[in-house]
């Protein structure tokens, strides 16, 4: 499964959840957090629900973001998620390792309640200033989690900085939920960009969190899937670089070499595992 | 005698349903639904709630719908919304 773009769709709206499957993102998202109000938590569950049962979205990685734990709306959610075999449950708001040892209990009890098979795994969300001073913490806390996505709207409100197109503000933020993520070995989801119609804006910011690294990106219109997509996708010169640097390797490798060179520079270690990254993101 | 109870789930929007049920004061159901595919799935849509109605066990209320070209996944879930919504009131 690639994880170029996670689309956020809500989750009390029937006509959203049918396209699902038709909207190029990677993963989509049924949110049953911020899009749902209150008094509608039980209908979106119900909907989302029946919706993976009945109407599961072919070609396409299943998340539903559920209540956050200091909420009563989670255990339900949860229950009625993993019953309706969704590929990843998302929790918001994680700010500690011992939240994400309560949600990895919770995916397993309600695995075992209802017999599923299927693996289940968890994304959650860094969306406070304590959450990312426990990101690393939280990044290694389970080998249920799969990955973490950087909620900037909420962070930089939390933070009292003002959200820019730009992005200065959730520099540090960026660096350091990467940093922890790829120290512990599980993906670094990008924030979305939240200014809607500002294309150019969002095709700059994605090109920049490639840049840096992540391994895919939120994103909140389904305008933005494909151009988020596209970003992700390295340069044909890359992708024929990455493919003779593994040919070489290869080729080292059978006749026993340790090392070997390409146009003059040495095959390492680092420079297999660009070449590895490159035809992953392309897809090759 | 007991009050009337009500309860609502869904929306008219395009692909939802509406479901209102109430209370009668009798012991019969009653169905009565409108939809935008009356002719192409009306009894399909009818047998959806009918089903969803005998399986909550209840008795003397009066089911209205209506539909907006919802897919079967969405009635259910509709249905069950209202009928957990209306044991709640009751």
Redesign the interface.
Known sequence: MRNRTFLFMPGN???ML?SAQCLGADVVIFDLEDAVARQEK??AR??V???L???RPQGVGITVRINGLDTPFWQADMEAVVEARTNFVMVPKMERAEEVQQVAEAIEAARRKFGVQEKVEALVIVETPMGLENVYAIASASPLLRGILLGAEDFTAAMGAQRTAEGAEIAYARSRLLTACKAAGVLAIDTPFPFVSDLEGLEKDAAFAVQLGFDGKAVISPHHVHRVNRAFVPAPEKINWAKRVMAAARLAEAEGKGAVSLDGMMIDLPIIKRAERILLLADV | MSAHVSAVAGTLESNDILVTISSTGGSANSVSLSSIVISQFGPAIRAVIDQCLEASGLSGVEVTVQDKGALECTIKARMETAIARYKEKM
């Open positions: 709206n029937p006509g049918a039980d209908a119900n909907l629900s029946h919706a049962k009945e109407l």
